[in-house]
């Protein structure tokens, strides 16, 4: 994020791995961001939060309720200056160096807490009984996934290396990217998905392809977003 802030031209920062590959061409990201007008993707849960990660250090400071998701998420510029540049978040960083598992702490917590008003956070809850807010910035087939989605690859710490089996699920996702690959198992999986992008960022250079983004522009977590000027 430090290196990224020195450069004016972006509206949106992304997060990756290098084990992963995209599942939308950079055509089609641009018109999902500029559907999101500002609003931040990252995953939160409290229900499901492993609660203990923080149990044994001090209460949160600023009243904040510790939320637990990923590392990777979506977030606008004005996010981005929050978390390098405001006091509360310094001061939250530091907090959660005492937890386990930080960075599965720091973005989240920082996105679902709307006290603290951050521009493009969500001011909702981000679970019910029943509905859990989207997570579209990258799919991963958890072994305990509520969705039942099989691993036709292997599975690693609860993880599914993905293999050639697993290509129609990984098309059908509306996620921006998808991990797991390993460049050195089932190979041709990888080789498949990356000529399926391919074929797809030509047929959009070319303008034989149309992309439609109603699935994005019907996500709930839209509407109920801290208010950001326009991007």
């Known amino acids: 994020m430090d290196d990224l802030w020195k450069y004016k031209k972006w509206k949106y920062f992304i997060n990756l791995t290098g084990q992963e590959y995209p599942l939308r061409t950079n055509y089609e990201l641009v018109k999902i961001l500029k559907v999101y007008d500002g609003a931040n993707d990252a995953e939160g849960t409290i229900k499901r939060a492993n609660k203990e990660r923080w149990q044994n250090v001090e209460p949160a400071p600023h009243g ?3 939320i637990k998701g990923s590392l990777h998420i979506t977030a606008n510029r004005a996010f981005v200056d929050y978390v390098l540049h405001n006091e509360t978040a310094q001061v939250f960083l530091n907090w959660t160096k005492k937890t386990q598992i930080p960075d599965e702490t720091f973005f989240s917590s920082l996105n679902h807490n709307p006290q603290l008003n951050i521009p493009g956070s969500y001011k909702g809850e981000p679970e019910t009984d029943s509905v859990i807010k989207p997570f579209l910035t990258r799919f991963v ?3 305990s996934t509520p ?3 099989k691993c036709y690859g292997k599975r690693v710490r609860s993880v599914c290396i993905f ?3 697993d290509i129609p699920l990984l098309l059908s996702r509306p996620e921006f990217f998808t991990n797991k690959f390993y460049i050195d198992y089932q190979p041709v999986a990888l080789d498949c998905i990356e000529e399926f992008h391919y074929n797809r960022t030509r047929d959009q250079y070319e303008q034989d392809w149309t992309f439609n983004t109603t699935y994005y522009e019907n996500l709930p977590f839209l509407k ?3 208010k950001i000027n326009k991007i």
Request: zero cysteines; a negative charge.
């Open 64 to 66: 904040i309720t510790p």
């Open 147 to 149: 969705f039942g989605w």
């Open 224 to 226: 109920n977003v801290v």
């Open 141 to 143: 087939n958890w072994e």
């Open 163 to 165: 293999g050639v089996e």
